[in-house]
T-cell receptor, first 116, second 113 residues
């Protein structure tokens, strides 16, 4: 009965490299959300995906960031040509449906990205 | 644009006493509010929520109060226990089912034995 899994837990990249963050939702969950937490700030919504579809990417930076949730396998958050400002904790959450309000979202432990 | 604010970065309380965590918001369109708790090296976990049609919601030792006119909500924990020591995030939504949840910066609660 595993919860939401994220890997790697820590990722170090040099400026200009690519970062790939993975999220495996809870079993039976088909909705995935990505958040970013910058130092001393709260979590900020980035993107909401269902299997093979991006439903809402209004919180995603327009350049260098992309996300996918393929039919098979984990959801991937991809950051190209990373910059120091991308250093943050990235959290993934999943839910069995698209509804937020009942607190059905379950968060993973996060991936801490450090850009040197 | 910080639409959800938690002005106290930290709070220290004695075990057995009441902990009161505060949250203010600026967007009058928010109508659903949630509190999450976060331990180090873990993701946030849902604690309690309240709809704008209510002014109070209680779940065991946790009670959330909402003052819509003041755009203020608070989380009361009584009695506080050392295991409650964590970072607490307030979050707000515009409309049930909306995806764009806004979080406050969090308040670190320390409950001393």
């Amino acid at each position: 009965n595993a919860g939401v899994m994220q890997n790697p837990r820590h990722l170090v990249r040099r400026r200009g490299q690519e970062a790939r963050l993975r999220c495996s939702p809870m079993k039976g969950h088909s909705h995935v959300y990505w958040y970013r937490q910058l130092p001393e700030e709260g979590l900020k919504f980035m993107v909401y995906l269902q299997k093979e579809n991006i439903i809402d990417e209004s919180g995603m930076p327009k350049e260098r960031f992309s996300a996918e949730f393929p039919k098979e396998g984990p959801s991937i958050l991809r950051i190209q040509q990373v910059v120091r400002g991308d250093s943050a904790a990235y959290f993934c959450a999943s839910s069995p449906s698209g509804s937020w309000g009942s607190g059905e979202q379950f968060f993973g432990p996060g991936t801490r990205l450090t850009v040197l | 644009d910080q639409q959800v604010k938690q002005n106290s970065p930290s709070l220290s309380v004695q075990e057995g006493r009441i902990s009161i965590l505060n949250c203010d918001y600026t967007n009058s369109m928010f109508d659903y509010f949630l509190w999450y708790k976060k331990y180090p090296a873990e993701g946030p976990t849902f604690l309690i929520s309240i709809s704008s049609i209510k002014d109070k919601n209680e779940d065991g030792r946790f009670t959330v109060f909402l003052n819509k006119s003041a755009k203020h909500l608070s989380l009361h924990i009584v009695p506080s226990q050392p295991g409650d020591s964590a970072v607490y995030f307030c979050a707000a939504l515009r409309g049930f089912g909306n995806n764009d949840m806004r979080f406050g910066a969090g308040t670190r609660l320390t409950v001393k034995p």
